[in-house]
């Protein structure tokens, strides 16, 4: 009587109704005929015979083995790469020196070789029920037992290696789902810690910085312990981050967090607050040791060198201090947003510097000025809120009025006009003087096309407006448009604005002269290098500074300067107005030293209307 007992151990977890059975294919059954069987046994006569029988039944890479010695050595030769490449072996029990709950004992020990199934055989006389189930138990795939036949050892063959392939799936499936979930837990570790750090050095970031701020406030009005919050910026980051690129700057802020992790001890709060911004929250500190503890890292900072490229660059930091005391009234953004005011005024101070917030900082007066005033100046331009007046220039040689000096004044919602000292500034600092520029100048070309030929205009220009290709092409426009004769237009600029973007400035007068217009240097003498930039600037006009004029009568030194200034003028070609003049006996004086043009309310105070 023959009896075959096949045992397998299934890896599959799913429920049966879930289960889907997949009919086998003509390649599943060519794959598994090259499948690698080692046929292991004493008796050369019967290692042989199954090896014919399962080549007779399509198998075709079979190896044979005598002793557990040669075992192993197939099974160690068959490695590569984590991987064993024998599919099966069959046992016979006739290989006395191993069994096959031995064999499958050591081969359990490796990850290469657990997966490979094993075919025990054993002679009917020798079939014990017992022993059987014992070696199923540890991890035998099949038992058989002689004599074999053609009807039931290859399909017991074909089915072992099935499952063989079947586990192979199943193992490669669970590798990858341990790996993927690997992969999440990491992900998920990662997105916790981005939450409350910084990508770039680690550091915390803000969220954590107005977390630790609540638990000091909460220190601070419950147990009286004050802390203090520190907000250093880096000093014209910008520079070395737009000449050498994005990747040098994030060199140089890692580089910065890491001298800062060394500085302070991990009980501080350290964090990154934006590009070249950090914060350092410390607890339980008074205020004389937090002032020491900021100027020691102000001098740590200072000087800081970088290379990069072959190129170095010096360093510096600019530090708020905000104190952190029982304040019911404030809450963590209020402190972080004290501890950002106390920085802007100490870069306003000339940066380089600590300063402890103080609500009376002028500094931050001005710069809630500026915002307050951006939108109303937005707002003007939209709604064509603004005015000229105009102020008239005394010519001394025809004893007339023979220029107007465009001045603009701006409009409120509510009617009120405003001089330009209160909003130029703002719209300076807000990029919005270009604008402005633009629309007097549009303006007053209109305006002139319909005044005397004998009466010219001076309109005045910003600094910026020469960085603007819209500024040549709008004059020639305007010039054309209107018919206006390019003599009638005079355009002043100041030293600043000469000195400004220099050759990009000098450029554009050259093109603007081209179209015959004038340039008057306006506030001439007030600065040192006045004459240097008479040298080299292609103006027309000069226009001696209210400074020299005011008090031209009573002070020598004036008169000589004044008269100086005259004369050099005059040797170069170029006219001469004075500013500021509001009493006949100073025109007369002037008169006397050769101006040829008075302005000032002597001559007539600016007005909506022209004389």
């Not at 009896?3 to 060519?30: F, K, R, Y």
């Not at 490695?79 to 024998?86: G, K, L, Q, R």
Request: charged share 25%.
């Amino acid at each position: 009587m023959t009896v075959v007992s096949n045992l397998d151990l299934e890896l599959d977890t799913e429920s049966p109704q879930n289960l889907q059975v997949v009919p086998i294919t003509g390649s599943d059954i060519a794959t598994l005929l090259d499948s690698k069987i080692l046929v292991a046994g004493a008796k050369v006569s019967d290692v042989a015979y199954m090896k014919a029988m399962l080549e007779i039944s399509g198998f075709n890479a079979i190896s044979v083995a005598h002793s557990s010695k040669d075992v192993m050595s197939r099974l160690r030769a068959g490695i590569h790469e984590d991987f064993c490449d024998v599919d099966l072996i069959v046992l016979d029990s006739s290989l006395g020196d191993m069994t096959a709950r031995e064999l499958r004992l050591v081969m359990n020990q490796f990850d290469e070789w657990q997966l490979i199934p094993i075919i025990s055989l054993t002679k009917e006389s020798q079939w014990d029920h017992a022993q059987a189930l014992t070696d199923l138990g540890h991890g035998v795939t099949s038992l058989q037992y002689h004599p074999l036949t053609a009807e039931s050892f290859p399909p017991s063959v074909m089915t072992a290696l099935a499952v063989k392939k079947e586990r192979d799936q199943s193992y490669q499936r669970q590798a990858l789902l341990e790996e993927e979930v690997s992969s999440l837990k990491v992900m998920e570790a990662r997105l916790k810690f981005s939450i409350d750090h910084d990508e770039l050095t680690g550091l915390s970031n803000r969220r954590k910085l107005e977390q630790s701020i609540e638990l000091s406030l909460i220190q601070a009005r419950n147990f009286s312990i004050n802390s203090v919050l520190l907000y250093i910026d880096l000093d014209r980051f910008k520079v070395l981050n737009d000449t050498e690129g994005h990747v040098a700057g994030d060199a140089l802020i890692i580089q910065i967090a890491n001298t800062l992790r060394r500085f302070f001890s991990p009980q501080d709060t350290l964090v990154r607050i934006g590009s070249d911004e950090f914060a350092v929250l410390i607890d339980n500190i008074q205020t004389p040791a937090a002032l020491e503890k900021a100027e020691a890292i102000r001098q740590e900072l200072d000087g800081y060198r970088f290379e990069h490229m072959g190129n170095e660059y010096h360093l510096s930091a600019s530090i708020g201090m905000k104190l952190i005391s029982a304040d019911k009234d404030l809450k963590a953004g209020d402190i972080l947003s004290h501890a950002n005011q106390a920085c802007f005024t100490a870069k306003e101070r000339g940066r380089n510097r600590v300063h402890m917030h103080n609500p009376s900082d002028t500094e931050m007066h001005a710069l809630r000025h500026n915002v307050q005033w951006a939108p109303r100046i937005r707002t003007a331009l939209k709604q064509e809120n603004f005015l000229l007046q105009f102020q008239p220039i005394y010519a001394v040689k025809t004893d007339s009025i023979s220029h107007y000096e465009c001045l603009i004044r701006m409009k409120d919602e509510d009617g009120k006009v405003y001089s330009p000292n209160e909003f130029i500034p703002v719209a300076e600092k807000m990029g919005l003087v270009e604008q402005i520029d633009l629309w007097v100048i549009n303006h007053v070309f209109n305006l002139m096309r319909t005044m005397p030929e004998a009466i010219s205009f001076n309109i005045n220009l910003s600094a910026n407006i020469f960085l603007d290709h819209q500024l040549f092409p709008l004059v020639a426009k305007k010039l054309k448009e209107t018919g206006v004769n390019p003599a009638r237009v005079v355009f002043e600029i100041t030293e600043t604005c000469a000195v400004s973007n220099f050759e990009q400035t000098k450029a554009v007068v050259n093109q603007l002269r081209t179209l015959g217009c004038s340039f008057a240097l306006d506030d001439f003498g007030a600065g040192f290098n006045s004459y240097s930039y008479l040298k080299h600037f292609p103006v027309d006009m000069l226009k001696i500074d209210g400074c020299f004029i005011t008090d031209l009568e009573t002070d020598m030194v004036d008169q000589v300067l004044v008269k100086s200034m005259i004369d050099v003028a005059h040797s170069l070609g170029k006219k001469t107005v004075a500013e500021f003049v509001e009493r006949q006996s100073t025109m007369d004086l002037l008169k006397r030293l050769g101006i040829d043009y008075i302005q000032g309310y002597l001559v007539g105070r600016p007005q909506g209307e022209l004389l």
